[in-house]
């Protein structure tokens, strides 16, 4: 299903996304001078990495009409045993970097086999499996916090990828970069590869999918291998962008990325949906969790304020529907 374009080539919501991303931007900066400065902008971004992968990664179960909740504590826990084999084992970065990405992937195919294939609710399927990964970490690494390699030293320039610090001191947020790159690729693999236009249709109508011959449950687990995949990806960006990970982190965060998938546009009954959108309603998230503190509004008004924005979004969604 496609939206109407509007200007400059976005689609209607992503165009209104962005009008909103613009006036909240003005609204803080009028608000809190002290909003207006760098810092402030790097804070935004710094929140927006992994919020963005798991994101990225979550729309492919969105719009197969599922969910994955296993992906906040996925990546807390991802990112606790692979610094746990590079600091207390004695193993290279890569080995670590690997092993996040490795059990993510794991991990999403177990939610896949669960939901594709043995039929089992997306909801309780991944719910189970986000009890398991907020105790795989910890169990694993005996209940302690675990620092990665800092910037400097011989294992840690992967933090560089996310966060460069110059010789001068400043702080240079090149992961937006690799988040632009990633959301042009994998905007390009839903919306012009067989793996993207059948993920849309098993969310459209998966019984016509499957008597078009199409193998829906290949692709259907397929879905759920893309989303753990982001969040070991995910889990790379949280160990780079803090320096201590602690056991029981994470809970919360599929929340974030999943809110901001359902404000860029992506239908919570599956079958519409885009990956630009998805980016979108993340700034917006992690613009009012950066922002709202500089009004004077503290972190619990942060959650109000993204429950009555994720209500809002929703019946738009079914007003569309009903249209």
């Known amino acids: 299903m496609a939206n109407k374009k509007s200007f400059g080539g976005l689609k209607v919501r992503e165009a209104m996304v962005l009008g909103i991303i613009v006036?909240?931007?003005?609204?803080f900066s009028i608000l809190s001078p002290t909003f207006r400065t760098y810092p402030t902008l790097v804070s935004v971004l710094d929140n927006s990495y992994y919020i963005t992968l798991m994101a990225l990664g979550v729309t492919f179960p969105l719009i197969t009409g599922g969910v994955d909740l296993s992906i906040g504590t996925g990546l807390a826990s991802y990112a606790l045993i692979g610094g746990f084999l590079v600091v207390q084992k004695g193993m290279p970065i890569g080995v670590g970097l690997l092993a996040c990405i490795g059990i993510g992937v794991l991990i999403g195919l177990f939610n896949g086999v669960?939901?594709?294939?043995?039929?089992?609710?997306?909801?309780?399927a991944t719910l189970c499996t986000c009890m398991i990964t907020r105790g795989l970490g910890p169990a694993l690494c005996g209940g302690f916090g675990v620092s990665w390699p800092s910037a400097i030293s011989s294992q840690g320039a992967f933090r560089n990828v996310f966060k460069f610090i110059a010789p001068n001191g400043m702080v240079v947020p090149v992961g937006i970069i690799s988040m632009l790159v990633l959301v042009a690729v994998m905007s390009?693999?839903?919306?012009?590869?067989?793996?993207?236009?059948y993920t849309i249709a098993i969310g459209s109508n998966?019984?016509?999918?499957?008597?078009a011959g199409v193998n829906i449950k290949f692709y259907h687990v397929l879905a759920y291998v893309i989303s753990g995949f982001f969040a070991g990806l995910a889990g790379i960006a949280y160990a780079s962008t803090y320096a201590t990970i602690y056991p029981g982190s994470g809970a919360g965060f599929e929340l974030d990325a999943i809110g901001g998938a359902i404000v860029g546009g992506v239908s919570a009954s599956g079958g519409v949906g885009t990956?630009?959108?998805?980016?979108?309603?993340?700034?917006?998230?992690?613009l009012m969790k950066v922002g709202l503190p500089f009004i004077g509004l503290q972190a619990n008004w942060q959650q109000i304020f993204t429950g009555i924005v994720l209500i809002v979004a929703v019946l738009i969604d079914v007003v569309k529907k009903k249209k």
């Open 23 to 27: 006036a909240m931007i003005i609204l």
């Open 275 to 286: 990956i630009l959108g998805s980016f979108l309603g993340v700034i917006v998230i992690c």
């Open 206 to 211: 998966k019984e016509a999918t499957r008597l």
């Open 188 to 197: 390009f693999v839903l919306d012009h590869t067989r793996v993207g236009r």
């Open 114 to 124: 669960l939901i594709a294939i043995m039929d089992l609710p997306p909801f309780l």
